[in-house]
Every structure is written in C-alpha cells, then in structure tokens.
T-cell receptor
Framework: QKEVEQNSGPLSVPEGAIASLNCTYS??????FFWYRQYSGKSPELIMF????GDKEDGRFTAQLNKASQYVSLLIRDSQPSDSATYLC???????????FGGGTRVLVKP | DTEVTQTPKHLVMGMTNKKSLKCEQH?????MYWYKQKAKKPPELMFV???????INESVPSRFSPECPNSSLLNLHLHALQPEDSALYLC??????????????FGDGTRLSIL
C-alpha cells in the first residue's frame, strides 16, 4: 500500500462543473495535508492546506479532511479550462516537515 | 511570480562536469528543501535544511552535495552525475522545519539534462 494514494485520472470535467479529487493516506499520525497544482512543465503551486477535520474553503476550492477515514479531498467549483493540471496531494507525517506526495490526479476541464 | 528563485532554469551537462544549482528566498523562511521530480512522477525529497543545518538527507548519492551558506540561499553541487539523474530539481522553503504543517513554497525548478 502506498503511503499517499490518488487516482491518476484523467478526470474529465465539463466547464462550469465541480471537480472532485480524492486522496487517501496510510499513516494515522499524519497531521497536515496540502494540495498542490502543477501545470505541465511547471513547478507545484500550493493551493490549499488543511489541518483539522471538516471543510476549508478558499475561493472556488474546498478542502475536506476526515482523519478517522484517512482521506482528504479537494473540490473545484465552477471548473475552468485553466484548472486543467495535475493536482498533487501531500501529507506531512513526521517532524521535520517531511512531505510525502501522492502520484497526482490529472484533471481535464473541457469547454 | 514565485518568491523562491532558482537558477539556472535549464542545465545540460556531461557526466564529468561539475555544476551547481542555486536557490534563493526572501520570505524570511528558516527551512529550505531540495526535491527531484522525474517526468509524470511526484516530487521526491532529497534534503532538508533547518536554520542552515542539514536535518534530513534521504540517502541521496554523494554526487549530490547540498550547501546552505545562509538562511536565504541554498545550493546543490553536482559532480559525476549519471543520465538517470536527468530531472526537474525543485527548491522549496517554509517558515520552519521544526513545526509540522508549515506549507512549503516551490521555486520554478531547474531542468537538468545529463548527456
């Protein structure tokens, strides 16, 4: 079992719809969770982070965390073609701020 | 624009060359990181510096040698690399490496090709 797992996709979403991305992790001691967006050939860009169970909203993005079930999700509302990218889930599971990344989910938003 | 600046953006070198990658941040962060990313794979942690001291080395081969001259600068010295070392090398920084959960911010990366 991988430490952080994501569906590789592609997740195809019509423009204006909601994109729902999921991420599961294996270490129950994990404390901090991050979503990065990475365009092809570019570096990862931090879009959301969440520490507590529940929802956290920032603009069109909502992160959801359920530590009991060991999953974290990202919702993208009103998806735009510019949201087409790979979304990386990252988990901080130990001291030293060591991030472990999932394999990423590729999202395609079609006009 | 990213607040973590990496130079050069592209680097092509032979297996016998010595080169260095540079990273600079002006956010007052006290932790800096080097990652390696191969195509269609997630970033893999190489090194962590906390308060200018090496705190994590993920069993990286000695042909990669990190250096942190001060809290704003991070270098990665390269020597006798192999073709499989060709990748995107990413620098990141965060406020601290001692407190879990500090978001890490990435630079644009250096795309390295080994001939």
């Amino acid at each position: 079992q991988k430490e952080v797992e994501q569906n590789s996709g592609p997740l195809s979403v019509p423009e204006g719809a909601i994109a729902s991305l999921n991420c599961t992790y294996s270490d129950r001691g994990s404390q901090s969770f991050f979503w990065y967006r990475q365009y092809s050939g570019k570096s990862p860009e931090l879009i959301m982070f969440i520490y507590s169970n529940g929802d956290k909203e920032d603009g069109r993005f909502t992160a959801q965390l359920n530590k009991a079930s060991q999953y974290v999700s990202l919702l993208i509302r009103d998806s735009q073609p510019s949201d087409s990218a790979t979304y990386l889930c990252a988990v901080n599971k130990a001291a030293g701020n060591k991030l472990t990344f999932g394999g990423g989910t590729r999202v395609l938003v079609k006009p | 624009d990213t607040e973590v600046t990496q130079t050069p953006k592209h680097l092509v070198m032979g297996m016998t060359n010595k080169k260095s990658l540079k990273c600079e941040q002006h956010m007052g962060h006290r932790a800096m990181y080097w990652y390696k990313q191969k195509a269609k794979k997630p970033p893999e942690l190489m090194f962590v510096y906390s308060y200018e001291k090496l705190s994590i080395n993920e069993s990286v081969p000695s042909r990669f040698s990190p250096e942190c001259p001060n809290s704003s600068l991070l270098n990665l010295h390269l020597h006798a690399l192999q073709p499989e070392d060709s990748a995107l090398y990413l620098c990141a920084s965060s406020q601290s490496a001692n407190r879990d959960g500090q978001p890490q911010h990435f630079g644009d990366g250096t795309r390295l090709s080994i001939l």
